[in-house]
């Protein structure tokens, strides 16, 4: 096919549809400690959550995988999903419930467009907590093309998010 067909700029990503070995235990992750909320449950096999009242971000089901060994870090399949914060602010809320609850982190990176905090889910699903620069402060490169890197994240300047006041 010789015509280039490029997707809407207005399309997004609806959902993630995650299989899980222990649906209790993945809610008290999405639920509990990420603050998702519960929009509906399929008894023990399945739940959907989400935030601000959408049918579902993130759909968790154990209909292949009640049981299963955690996610192989090696060979094909999910790298993360990643969740998108409104503000810094609400991005450093997170990372500070993440520190008081020891949740183990994987990384935290500065990328330039971006701020984010890596950490695996129980069942070793990758999941990256971000907020994205303005727009018009991301890095580009001479001739205007996105200029993205990897340099660590400045937690205590994130973390001073929180100790600012509200106007």
């Given at each position: 096919m010789n015509d280039q067909y490029v997707v809407p700029a207005q399309t997004r990503i609806g959902h993630v549809h995650l299989?899980?070995?222990?649906?209790?235990?993945?809610?008290?992750?999405?639920?509990?400690?990420?603050?998702?909320?519960l929009v509906q449950k399929?008894?023990?096999?399945?739940?959907?959550?989400?935030?601000?009242?959408?049918?579902?971000?993130?759909?968790?089901?154990?209909?292949?995988s009640k049981g299963m060994p955690k996610a192989p870090q090696e060979g094909v399949g999910l790298y993360h999903?990643?969740?998108?914060?409104?503000?810094r602010k609400d991005l450093a809320a997170i990372f500070d419930r993440l520190l008081k609850a020891?949740?183990?982190?994987?990384?935290?990176?500065?990328?330039?467009?971006?701020?984010?905090?890596y950490l695996n889910?129980?069942?070793?699903?990758g999941?990256?907590?971000?907020?994205d620069r303005p727009k018009e402060l991301w890095p580009k490169t001479a001739d205007g093309t996105i200029d993205m890197y990897t340099e660590r994240l400045d937690i205590r300047g994130l973390l001073?998010?929180?100790?600012e006041k509200e106007a």
């Open positions: 299989k899980v070995s222990d649906l209790e235990r993945a809610l008290e992750f999405y639920r509990d400690l990420l603050g998702f909320e399929y008894g023990n096999q399945a739940a959907f959550i989400s935030a601000g009242g959408y049918h579902h971000h993130i759909g968790l089901n154990n209909w292949h999903l990643a969740v998108v914060y409104p503000t020891e949740y183990p982190l994987t990384g935290a990176s500065d990328h330039g467009v971006s701020e984010a905090i889910d129980p069942d070793g699903n999941v990256e907590l971000y907020w001073r998010e929180l100790e």
